[in-house]
């Protein structure tokens, strides 16, 4: 995989550079809620721009129905992205249409333009590999070199992912570059013990990586609404708390081969409870009241992981030389439930190990809840692409890097 170092050392002055980044923000009523994946790429693009190129810069952001939608524009991010560098950045308001080839014509050596979501062309997402490469084919005509810097899309065989760069000279971003430096530390050569903190609502959602991690993790810490489940796989009442049913075979089969091949599993021995969601709006007290975690009433669920479990999940992290993390322990959006997954995070700044935070609500938590990120070993820009590569996939967007 060719690095951006060896383009900048081959040059770039006058070229056009098509970037693909990550700017998948949050955004509420159109303002950016938290601009990470934005001043991720940034060294990236700013690299490129000091040595001359005319950067190119493409995203998808949300879910948009492979048409224009006006909630999932990439205006603000675009103008987020200015901002941070300081200087103008043009934005084009269709993909592949005239207003980016104007954008793109209009540059000069050194500036900065974005085009529209990438995903308000159908093209980009298609299963099918021509209607795929015809777009690929589009985006291809607006460069002469293609950087990759979109970790939290290189899981995705989407066409400015995977088409695009076997169409021009393809190199790796400074982010992607630092994404799988840091993941080869979670699956080459691990510093042990090798601690592993999972949480987050669904259980099927982390199964693979558990399969994986069962044959190379030290420690499991199981937390969040997936932790239900492991409970109620080992007969505990659980009440109205998140449940997935049809796991439970599959769980029960994980903590038995947890038990033979010496990982040790650990699971809340306390959690919150209340009758009912908290109203992650208002944000109104919810008043929780603590439970042991194998006796949840009926008429309860559980939402956090209590003030026990915390100091036990703790406990299990300052001996860790390696230490990953995916996903929060509670739902930290509402303070009331918030406590578990910072205990978490500062057990993560206590301890003296290598610490991951695998991206998607994990990152997000980091910076709600107000800690320091540059205090943390890595934070990625890409949940479900850290642990597609920790489950030992081959990541599409990876793959099309390599020569």
Sequence with gaps: ?????????????????????????PL???RITDDGRIRAVLPTVKALAEAGAKVVVASHLGRPKGAPDPAFSLLAAAER??????????????????????????????????????????????KDDTERGEFADRLAALADVYVGDGFGAVHRKHASVFDLPARLPHYAGYLIATEVGVLKKLTEDVKRPYVVALGGAKVSDKLAVIDQLL???????IGGGMAYTFLKAKGHEIGKSLLQEDQIPAVQEYIERAE?????????????????????KTKAPANPTTVAADAVPADQMGLDIGPESRKL???????????????????????DYAEGTKAVAQALLDSPAFTVVGGGDSAAAVRILGFDETA????????????EYLEGKTLPGLAALED
């Design 1 to 25: 995989m060719k690095t951006i170092d060896e383009l900048l050392a081959e040059g770039v002055d006058g070229k056009r550079v098509f970037v693909r980044a990550d700017l998948n923000v």
């Design 28 to 30: 509420a009523e159109g």
């Design 81 to 126: 992205l200015g901002e941070l560098l300081g200087a103008p950045v043009a934005f084009a308001q269709d993909t592949v249409g005239p207003a980016a080839h104007d954008a793109v014509n209009g540059l000069q050596p050194g500036q900065v333009a974005v085009i529209e979501n990438l995903r308000f062309n159908a093209g980009e997402t298609s």
């Design 215 to 221: 044959g190379k993790a030290d420690r499991l810490l």
């Design 260 to 280: 033979k091949n010496g990982v040790e599993l650990v699971l809340p021995v306390d959690v919150l409870v209340a009758s009912e969601f908290p109203d992650l």
């Design 313 to 335: 999940y703790a406990s299990k992290l300052t001996d860790a030389a390696t230490v990953f993390w995916n996903g929060p322990m509670g739902v930290f959006e509402h303070p």
């Design 376 to 387: 943390f070993g890595h934070i990625s820009t890409g949940g479900g692409a850290s642990l």
